[in-house]
């Protein structure tokens, strides 16, 4: 007899092996998967590190023989088409899978559905929506990138009590503790990129790497914002593009030349106004295969993605230091003249990191 508290409990179990590819899978979706029979774990699996292999396969190959007859739990519909792996889909049917459990239907064109229909046909029973909420936020990213052709933003603001990032004289080492800035860490490998725009590299010559996690972590790419591409390449980033890779979104007719030779990619873009016109920054970047990007950047890039309804998520994280009118503003100028038309963002969790508070607030996909 089919339980749905033991679905739940073990499609949880398949959600919190997928969260463990967040920021490392991309282009694919992290998904986790879980072989269980009488109540029994015999495989488990998560989507590797630039997605391959993928999360049912290595279930299977844990369980090996014994999957006969058994139920597999997986966050996202299993793949039916042919790609640098054979359909997942075929693994399950051959492997003699019973059940099939899903959170949540695949949006790309050539799964969407196909893949519950495949595991149907072949005499497979399928139950659908098991922790579907849960599954959409994990897998949002990659539902931004097939359905919306940009990844999903998650914009980070480390502020004094008055919401300044800086003293009058810009500087900004370090308003939080160093408990929130290992959080960072984390937020930074689990998105696959990290942007910033060309001011905050002038001004504070990060690395933006992923640092005391390990070896094993897929560093993101370090995006960087420049619609001139004039940034002097005398820097962290420029000396390290070879190791980890650097991307520099910039105007079409921009002179890459100063950073051709440092190992970086040019992803030219059209213009705006005021810069960039980052909509298409972002499907330049989904192009590519984000499909989750976390922003470091200042004031002026955070309250113009904002202005443009691309940051799904906001963290804010916020220090017991007051800092004053003089300070620097944590966001730049956005022209909100009435109050209700200022870009609205619903509270999601609010907890303490050592002395700070990280309040996290979301939009779009993660609602």
Same mark, same amino acid.
Request: aromatic share 4%; charged share 20%.
């Given at each position: 007899?089919?339980?749905?508290?033991?679905?739940?409990?073990?499609?949880?179990?398949?959600?919190?092996?997928?969260?463990?590819?967040?920021?490392?899978? !991309?282009?694919?979706?992290?998904?986790?998967?879980?072989?269980? &029979?009488?109540?029994?774990?015999?495989?488990?699996?998560?989507?590797?590190?630039?997605?391959?292999?993928?999360?049912?396969?290595?279930? *299977?190959?844990?369980?090996?023989?014994?999957?006969?007859?058994?139920?597999?739990?997986?966050?996202?519909?299993?793949?039916?088409?042919?790609?640098?792996?054979?359909?997942?889909?075929?693994?399950?049917?051959?492997?003699?899978?019973?059940?099939?459990?899903?959170?949540?239907?695949?949006?790309?064109?050539?799964?969407?559905?196909?893949?519950?229909?495949?595991?149907?046909?072949?005499?497979?029973?399928?139950?659908?929506?098991?922790?579907?909420?849960?599954?959409?936020?994990?897998?949002?990213?990659?539902?931004?990138?097939?359905?919306?052709?940009?990844?999903?933003?998650?914009?980070?603001?480390?502020?004094?009590?008055?919401? &300044?990032?800086?003293?009058?004289?810009?500087?900004?080492? !370090?308003?939080?503790?160093?408990?929130?800035?290992?959080?960072?860490?984390? *937020?930074?490998?689990?998105?696959?990129?990290?942007?910033?725009?060309?001011?905050?590299?002038?001004?504070?010559?990060?690395?933006?790497?992923?640092?005391?996690?390990?070896?094993?972590?897929?560093?993101?790419?370090?995006?960087?914002?420049?619609?001139?591409?004039?940034?002097?390449?005398?820097?962290?980033?420029?000396?390290?593009?070879?190791?980890?890779?650097?991307?520099?979104?910039?105007?079409?007719?921009?002179?890459?030349?100063?950073?051709?030779?440092?190992?970086?990619?040019?992803?030219?873009?059209?213009?705006?106004?005021?810069?960039?016109?980052?909509?298409?920054?972002?499907?330049?970047?989904?192009?590519?295969?984000?499909?989750?990007?976390?922003?470091?950047?200042?004031?002026?890039?955070?309250?113009?993605?904002?202005?443009?309804?691309?940051?799904?998520?906001?963290?804010?994280?916020?220090?017991?230091?007051?800092?004053?009118?003089?300070?620097?503003?944590?966001?730049?100028?956005?022209?909100?003249?009435?109050?209700?038309?200022?870009?609205?963002?619903?509270?999601?969790?609010?907890?303490?990191?050592?002395?700070?508070?990280?309040?996290? !607030?979301?939009?779009?996909?993660?609602?």
């Amino acid at each position: 007899m089919v339980s749905q508290k033991n679905d739940k409990r073990w499609m949880r179990l398949a959600l919190s092996h997928g969260a463990r590819g967040l920021g490392q899978t !991309w282009p694919n979706p992290n998904v986790g998967c879980v072989i269980v &029979k009488n109540n029994i774990v015999l495989g488990r699996g998560f989507t590797q590190p630039g997605g391959r292999p993928h999360a049912e396969a290595l279930a *299977l190959k844990q369980a090996g023989s014994a999957a006969n007859e058994a139920t597999a739990y997986v966050t996202l519909e299993p793949c039916v088409h042919t790609g640098k792996t054979p359909p997942c889909t075929n693994a399950l049917i051959n492997a003699g899978i019973s059940r099939v459990v899903i959170a949540t239907v695949d949006p790309d064109p050539r799964v969407a559905g196909k893949g519950i229909q495949a595991l149907k046909d072949a005499g497979i029973t399928v139950s659908l929506d098991v922790m579907k909420s849960e599954a959409d936020q994990v897998h949002a990213g990659f539902f931004a990138k097939t359905l919306k052709n940009r990844p999903i933003v998650t914009l980070k603001l480390a502020t004094s009590l008055d919401g &300044k990032i800086a003293t009058q004289t810009g500087d900004s080492q !370090w308003i939080t503790g160093e408990p929130s800035r290992r959080f960072v860490h984390y *937020l930074r490998a689990t998105h696959d990129a990290v942007m910033v725009g060309s001011g905050t590299v002038e001004a504070d010559n990060p690395s933006l790497t992923v640092r005391n996690f390990g070896n094993h972590i897929r560093q993101p790419v370090r995006v960087i914002l420049d619609s001139n591409a004039h940034i002097n390449t005398n820097n962290n980033l420029a000396k390290s593009a070879r190791e980890t890779p650097v991307w520099i979104c910039h105007g079409e007719h921009a002179d890459f030349n100063d950073w051709s030779d440092t190992g970086a990619i040019s992803i030219p873009c059209l213009l705006s106004p005021d810069g960039l016109n980052l909509p298409d920054v972002m499907s330049k970047l989904a192009q590519k295969g984000l499909t989750r990007v976390f922003c470091e950047g200042g004031g002026k890039l955070g309250a113009a993605l904002i202005k443009e309804n691309l940051v799904d998520q906001l963290i804010i994280m916020q220090a017991g230091v007051a800092i004053g009118l003089e300070g620097v503003t944590a966001l730049g100028a956005m022209n909100t003249k009435i109050l209700k038309d200022a870009p609205q963002f619903k509270l999601q969790q609010v907890r303490t990191i050592g002395t700070d508070v990280i309040s996290t !607030w979301s939009n779009s996909y993660l609602n």
